[in-house]
């Protein structure tokens, strides 16, 4: 590895994943990136994930620079996963992408190239939407182009944007330097059902911004599947408690005190239709 190639690790974030692991496996592998730490990040599957998993790097040893399998004796969800690979990882930029999503081949390198010539901002890129049932796409993709927009804005209105709602268009879309993360402490474990948003709330709060990569470089799944009633709600009351524990408070220092207390009427309405379950 020669000093100028700095190492990106490449999280791999699974759960109940076996069907699909190899495929993003696949994709990492094929980077055009010199210099890749894989973490399959694994949240307590009840499948064949590990299985899977650890036969794929024994027949890849040496494909990329690293590889390691990290595991847990409890699901905490996708926050807790995220920070057991932080905490493992080697690289100065990191990665993270869902076991059943895949990376184009040049996205590591593009990635690192915005990194290196644009000093506190992250980047956001396209997302190659796909699915293996029937989905609306259309409606999928309309959000996305809107969260594109968001991207091209300056700091200042993005920061005012991501306060009334969350415009980053997809998790992995993203690409954080590790030094940031831990100085931000990593991801908030007490938002279970929603890692990103928190994050990249405190991102804008400390002063970062997001920059946008006109190119797709992210193949993102939508699921056929929809989200149950019962995951809804839980996503509603996650997004409550960030609401009241940080949303709030951001917003009126920001001079969104207005929007906030019309916020704050809805998202009490959720808090209480929760407690009465």
């Known amino acids: 590895m020669g000093a100028e190639v700095k190492m990106v690790s490449v999280v791999v974030q699974a759960y109940n994943s076996s069907d699909t692991i190899v495929y993003t496996l696949e994709s990492i592998k094929a980077q055009t990136y010199p210099c890749i730490e894989l ?127 969350n415009w980053i268009v997809a998790p992995a879309a993203s690409f954080y330097p590790v030094e940031v993360l831990h100085r931000l402490k990593g991801f908030d474990e007490a938002y279970r059902w929603m890692e990103d948003y928190p994050l990249n709330l405190k991102l804008m709060h400390k002063g970062y911004s997001f920059g946008f990569i006109d190119q797709e470089l992210i193949g993102y799944r939508i699921s056929s599947g929809s989200i149950t009633g019962s995951k809804m709600d839980l996503l509603k009351q996650t997004e409550a408690r960030l609401f009241f524990r940080e949303r709030l408070w951001y917003m009126i220092g920001a001079g969104l005190g207005w929007e906030a207390v019309k916020q704050s009427r809805s998202w009490i309405k959720i808090v209480m239709a929760g407690n009465r379950k």
């Open 39 to 165: 973490i399959i990040s694994d949240d307590l599957s009840t499948d064949n994930t590990l299985e899977v998993a650890s036969e794929w790097i024994k027949e890849n040893q040496g494909a990329l620079y690293a590889m390691k399998l990290v595991t847990t004796r409890s699901n905490t969800g996708i926050a807790g996963s995220n920070n057991r690979a932080l905490k493992a990882a080697a690289g100065v930029y990191i990665e993270f992408v869902a076991a059943d999503d895949y990376m184009m081949p040049d996205a590591i390198q593009q990635y690192v190239d915005y990194c290196e010539s644009n000093t506190d901002v992250i980047p956001i890129s396209r997302v190659k939407l796909f699915s293996d049932g029937a989905c609306d796409l259309a409606s999928v993709q309309q959000y996305c182009n809107r969260c594109y927009e968001y991207a091209r804005l300056d700091r200042k209105e993005q920061y005012g944007e991501l306060l009334v709602q």
